[in-house]
């Protein structure tokens, strides 16, 4: 079984700031990672995942995360943002052989100008 | 990729009658999944269900409450049977091709 923990519910910051949501996981088996976004009033999205090679891995919209196993963490940061950044976030766990995805509770990451 | 398409995209519905939400997808899968995100919370796995067979409920939900068809490889029903104000929330239908696709959920408010 895997668990999620996303340590910040909200994240106030300004238009430019840089900013970094916590993603703390807990499996008994190897897993995969996602960071999803849901924009308001719209459905999830996938921003960035690892599922091997490079411990960093990068979205379109210059978003990063990196996966650290010895904290199992999947921090996601991004060094300006937009005020179209605003969303929710949600980290999510998949172990190597199964289908199932576990999220993590969610942080709301609020851009303001 | 996979797109998929879910009706209603919102209802309004009374304590003590059912709605089915439908799930569409334009490929064919193996696996659909069922979730839950309850107002201010995380997505929640309802079931799983596979072309063919009983859906897998996870602890905590039953198939008397939430009846699931999967008649084909691209559609799936969700039923919210017997609602309560404590069923209000989205429902989301998934499904995992080369990566977990979503739905873009189905808004419920029981009053």
């Known amino acids: 079984a895997q668990s999620v923990t996303q340590l910040d519910s909200q994240v106030p910051v300004f238009e430019e700031a840089p900013v970094e949501l916590r993603c703390n996981y807990s499996?008994?088996?190897?897993?995969?990672l996602f960071w999803y976004v849901q924009y308001p009033n719209q459905g999830l999205q996938l921003l960035l995942k690892y599922l091997s090679g490079s411990t960093l891995v990068e979205s379109i919209n210059g978003f990063e995360a990196e996966f650290n196993k010895s904290q199992t963490s999947f921090h996601l940061r991004k060094p300006s943002v937009h005020i179209s950044d605003t969303a929710e976030y949600f980290c999510?766990?998949?172990?190597?052989?199964?289908?199932?995805?576990?999220f993590g509770g969610g942080t709301r990451l609020m851009v303001k100008p | 990729s996979a797109v998929i398409s879910q009706k209603p995209s919102r209802d309004i519905c009374q304590r003590g009658t059912s709605l089915t939400i439908q799930c569409q997808v334009d490929?064919?899968?193996?696996?659909m999944f069922w979730y839950r995100q309850q107002p201010g919370q995380s997505l929640t796995l309802i079931a799983t269900?596979?072309?063919?067979?009983?859906?897998?409920?996870e602890s905590g939900f039953v198939i008397d409450k939430f009846p699931i068809s999967r008649p084909n490889l691209t559609f799936s029903t969700l039923t919210v049977s017997n609602m309560s104000p404590e069923d209000s929330s989205i429902y989301l239908c998934?499904?995992?091709?080369?990566?977990?696709?979503f739905g873009p959920g189905t808004r419920l408010t029981v009053t």
């Open positions: 999510a766990v998949r172990g190597h052989t199964g289908n199932m995805l576990t």
């Open positions: 998934s499904v995992n091709s080369d990566e977990q696709y």
């Open positions: 490929s064919q899968v193996t696996m």
């Open positions: 269900a596979n072309q063919g067979s009983e859906a897998t409920y």
């Open positions: 499996s008994s088996v190897s897993v995969y």
